[in-house]
């Protein structure tokens, strides 16, 4: 064993080691779409007097963190994002409007000297602030002398010695006390029953408590600040929730909920084990075809690609990643893709050992990870572009899909360029493995590179006919999104989509009718997958998406809320805008890092080939009216980073053919160069689809849209990639100045500091 291969298999084992040591020790953090929960977006707006930046969004994060604390539930999570908005996460919590109702409530508290009776014509001039008390009678108002800023606590009590029933008690900061004390005072000093004796306490423009000063206190000495309490008709609720807002403070802007989704726990739990069993299936079926394909080297990558979702899995336990939906599925689709790089230095290996079949296995093999190095990292770095655009003009699930994949191609890249190549340098040492070319599966071409080498087929002597084929693949994906439209979900229009579960089976019709009658004639009734209804809508309430349960509980006995997606226009509008800025960003980076790594032609010819993925695969979901969603968006944006990966692994070997044959014309050199990586676009291609139809026929219904867009963005690609990007390269190229490139040519020593070492597998000998 040589040194290198020490340090690869020293280095895999301590991994592998540690990863191991994380999966058993530690638990991963789940979404809300996987533990059941509700999560809202809360928009900060200017005020009269504050204006909503960073500052005072920061300072009403930490007011709503003391409100919803009260509220008991368990592990809150509280998050800015951007300058004006707040995510918050209330795992468990299945219906919103308590938790909407008491952090959303901008709580402007504020203690009012009572000056009199007020009149209808005074509340209409806006001189003064005319507001009914609690019986609906008119008071005057003086303006506000101190706010809810000022209350130090609150706490709701039942007084039955008194009996004031439940009361608030009320103690202020310092200051405030002192402002308070002065109130008071003022008020004792009118006799007992006047208005002016009493002070209002107004709470979001309406009085919830006018109490007068007891005839007990003083003329100007007042109420301390310990000993106040707000008596009223409260009931235990009305108390506790008073309570809790005066004590949280008042909010330093106005807020609004501007995107709010809440899931059940048992479609978080059907999801994980959906997943996890689509997960295995795909996987064992990728390694048994890899295993059929490249024998014992495959079965070894297959060992690799187990080592490959433990590390994968274990760094995103360590790294604290929430882990999604969409996440959950892009660890699963990276586990398919994850063969990609064992399946290009297998491929090249097959290459080495068919030109130069008297070399000895090992060198055969360590030719082929260094002829397969520039492709590898090529292809991955288009798809961390991917992933990386994901995440930073993605929202909520979106992010976490993106984080997963570019931790996924990370570990993909340690697994095949280190644990995998360990594992087949030790295996070709061994003079059985060598000797037997049954037996490790690269001694032979292959039956699909057997098969090209012997028909030789000219795919691009006529270039324009594959320029036609896909032109008109276009025309219908366009002719699609014109006539049958595409079915923007409610993340993009804005609105609310409900689904429901009922314990008596409820045909759409019988649905509509019963919402109708309840009042919601413009809502959209379709089924769900297993018997639920899908109901989708304009701005609803929490209380009339309450009313709107009650009315399907009608007919359908007990009804469960499933899922819940609520989304601001104003929201709806951005979330479009900013997709159509992440898919022109993604199409302007793929080309600005194609031109650098490549030639222009090629880059063109890359871009080209993506832009027509991305139509037919929206052009198919128009025709099929499958819901363009946020989750699709991820598809889509995996789909171009997985397009320009091959496109990358054909433009790569046509730029290595070309630079040995500068000679020979561009089209005869493409073609070459596609028969050659033609196995490898189709042993990757298959292993992502294996994974992909398990997600689709196992994953349920909340994984079927995401899988059904990756299939036909994949499957597409795999044809753009050869039969629309080369075409289009030879076709620029025609136009093009530009020498071919330069080949590469490594100074070689035979003796030295700088001489080139022999692969200690190779002996020197040649015949």
């Known amino acids: 064993m040589t040194r290198a291969t020490t340090v690869r298999a020293v280095l895999a084992a301590a991994v592998l080691l540690v990863s191991v040591l994380i999966t058993l020790t530690m638990s991963p953090r789940l979404g809300l779409d996987l533990q059941g929960g509700t999560r809202l977006v809360l928009q900060a707006k200017d005020s009269a007097t504050t204006k909503a930046d960073r500052e005072s969004t920061d300072r009403t994060l930490e007011v709503l963190r003391q409100r919803i ?160 309490q707000i008596t009223g008709s409260f009931g235990a609720d009305e108390a506790r929730d008073l309570a809790l807002l005066i004590k949280g403070g008042a909010l330093p802007v106005p807020i609004e909920i501007v995107e709010q989704r809440t899931v059940g726990p048992t479609l978080g739990a059907a999801a994980i084990d959906a997943s996890a069993r689509a997960a295995l299936i795909g996987a064992a079926a990728t390694a048994l075809f890899i295993t059929f394909v490249y024998r014992l080297f495959g079965a070894l990558a297959a060992v690799a690609l187990a080592a490959y979702a433990v590390i994968s899995y274990a760094a995103l336990v360590a790294l604290g990643v929430t882990l999604t939906l969409p996440g959950l599925a892009g660890f699963v689709l990276a586990i398919g893709m994850a063969v990609d790089a064992n399946v290009l230095v297998f491929e090249r290996a097959r290459e080495e050992y068919a030109e130069r079949p008297g070399r000895s296995l090992g060198s055969a093999m360590a030719a082929g990870f260094r002829n397969a190095w520039s492709a590898v990292a090529d292809s991955n770095v ?44 030790i295996a070709s040492r061994s003079r059985f493995v060598s000797d037997y070319r049954g037996v490790n599966g690269i001694a032979r071409p292959g039956r699909v590179r057997t098969w090209l080498a012997r028909r030789d087929p000219q795919l691009f002597r006529s270039s324009r006919r594959w320029l036609l084929i896909s032109t008109a693949l276009i025309a219908v994906a366009v002719l699609g999104i014109v006539v049958r439209g595409v079915n923007l979900g409610v993340e993009f229009t804005g609105g609310r989509l409900v689904e429901y579960s009922t314990s008596r089976p409820v045909d759409v019709e019988t649905a509509r009718t019963a919402l109708a009658d309840a009042g919601f004639g413009d809502a959209e009734v379709t089924t769900a997958g297993a018997g639920d209804l899908s109901v989708r809508t304009g701005d609803l309430s929490n209380d009339e998406e309450h009313t709107l349960r009650a009315a399907l509980a009608e007919e359908g006995g007990h009804t469960t809320k499933v899922r819940d997606e609520l989304i601001g226009p104003s929201l709806g509008d951005e979330l479009r805008r900013n997709a159509l800025i992440a898919l022109a960003i993604a199409v302007l980076v793929q080309l600005a890092y194609l031109a650098v790594r490549f030639r222009w032609t090629f880059a063109l010819a890359s871009v080209a080939a993506l832009v027509h993925d991305v139509i037919i695969l929206v052009g198919a979901f128009a025709w099929l009216g499958r819901t363009v969603d946020g989750i699709f968006l991820a598809a889509l ?131």
């Open 637 to 767: 944006l995996t789909v171009i980073g997985y397009s320009v990966n091959d496109s990358v692994v054909v433009f790569d070997r046509v730029r290595e053919l070309w630079a040995k044959a500068r000679r020979v014309p561009v089209a005869t050199v493409a073609n070459r160069a596609v028969l050659q990586t033609v196995p490898r676009t189709v042993n990757t291609g298959m292993g992502a689809l294996f994974i992909l139809a398990a997600l689709a026929v196992l994953g349920g219904d909340s994984l079927a849209d995401f899988a059904l867009a990756l299939l036909i963005g994949i499957c597409v690609g795999t044809y753009s990639s050869v039969m629309t990007a080369v075409p289009v390269a030879l076709v620029l190229e025609k136009s093009s100045k530009a020498p071919p490139p330069a080949r590469k040519r490594a100074p070689r020593r035979t003796s030295g500091a700088g001489a080139k070492r022999r692969d200690p597998l190779d002996n020197g000998a040649r015949v």
């Open 382 to 425: 288009t798809t961390l572009i991917a992933a990386g655009l994901l995440f930073f003009l993605g929202s909520g699930p979106v992010k976490g899909f993106g984080v997963t994949l570019a931790i996924g191609v990370l570990a993909s890249m340690f697994s095949a360029l280190v644990i995998a190549r360990a594992l087949t340098e």
């Open 69 to 228: 604390d009260s509220l008991g539930v368990a592990e809150p999570t509280l998050t800015r994002s951007g300058e004006d908005r707040i995510i918050v996460e209330l795992p468990d919590v299945q219906d919103p409007r308590k938790a909407a109702e008491v952090i959303g409530r901008t709580a402007q508290l504020s203690f009012h000297a009572v000056q009199g009776p007020g009149t209808e014509q005074e509340k209409g001039k806006g001189t003064g602030l005319t507001l009914p008390d609690e019986e609906g009678r008119l008071l005057d108002l003086g303006p506000a002398r101190l706010t809810g800023a000022g209350v130090k606590d609150a706490g709701a009590s039942f007084d039955a010695q008194q009996g004031a029933g439940w009361t608030v008690a009320l103690d202020f900061h310092k200051g405030a006390g002192r402002d308070w004390t002065r109130l008071t005072g003022e008020a004792a000093c009118h006799p007992v029953q006047d208005d002016r004796r009493r002070v209002a306490i107004v709470l979001d423009g309406q009085v919830i408590s006018s109490p007068q000063v007891a005839p007990s206190v003083g003329c100007n000495v007042g109420l301390p600040s310990g000993s106040t």
